[in-house]
């Protein structure tokens, strides 16, 4: 089913919205960063800022609508966008804490705002350009499957400024050079156009594990539409969708479940998340994980058993304060938190969406390894 047109009158009703918003808040922040500078020479700063954040305000809407151009031959403009996107998160912060400072402390050095927010960009920006770092968590498990070995990378917006079939190349050689018995590939796989994306995903086929790579589809495969499940399919990857398959590692049954996003049906209806469907198995088997990709679908699970539930879509918060927005939406932003029965695992993203940046986040590539703890 094709996703329903939206009509050009409400696209332009809510892009006039958001601008007008995003035209206030900037407005508040250069009026905080330059409220301390005085009269005379320093307004010719004031005045250069002033042009600066004007530039960053048009870059924003100009940034995201070349980057949905098949072609976009100006991808520049969409580098600058996204990383004034972040920058002006992060400068929103601080412009606040400054406001509030300023109500309670009287002081004349509000341009420490503008300082402090370069700094962190800067460094938000590094920890975001760099490669996902390689975690590996240890969890508790029967004994019968000691050192059963789960990769995941989730997150990984291929299409996004440099993530790329380069980039993707340096990511499979990572995880097999760990050699897990299972890779699972827990949504938001893409970021484009599906005849420009799919073309980014070869190297996909390179993924070597002993007991299968496996997918689920994340909400942006469906903003995106394609055949994504056929293509992950032509590269040697399961696709599950409220279905599982049945693995053996040292003569144990392992059951490996999948479901669609909770986000598909309002794109097609009839890919409802039924996470007891996908769990559901007539053989028995000593140990139960279901992909997701959002941790929230944990929530979705009334009668079956599962033993541990792996998901991604929060990004970690990728750039704080949005760790507090994450929060109102989901259960839990990253690592490990037991839901009755079910130990869930947030992923924190290999790659990233919109800004290259990260801020108390980071990218990874996880492993999960079974160990009896004790």
Known sequence: MAPKKVSLWKILLVLTIIMTVLARVHWFMFGVVTRSFPDGSEQDYATTILIIYFLGWLSIPAGFLVSRNEKNKFKWLTWIGYVWLGFFTINFLFSVIEFIISKFINHGYSDWVLVASVLISAWALYKGLKFPDLITHEMNGPPEIQNFKLAQISDLHIGMLHLNETWLEKVVLKINEQKPDIIAITGDLAEGHFHEISKKLLP??????????????????????GEWEICLKNLGITPLHNENQIIEFNSQKILIAGIPDKMAPRFR????????????????????????????SVFDIKKQHCDLMVAGHTHGGQIFPFHLAVRL??????????????LVFNHQGTGFWGPPMRWFSRSEIVILKIKSLI
């Open 329 to 342: 939406q989901q259960p839990m932003v990253s690592g490990f938190k037991k839901f009755g029965q079910t």
């Open 269 to 296: 209806p009839e890919l409802v998340s039924k996470p007891d469907l996908a769990l559901t198995s007539e053989i028995k088997t000593i140990y139960k994980i279901l992909l997701a990709h959002q941790p929230a």
């Open 204 to 225: 996909l086929k390179n993924l070597k594990s002993t007991c299968g790579v496996f997918y689920i589809t994340g909400n942006h495969e469906y903003i995106h539409p």
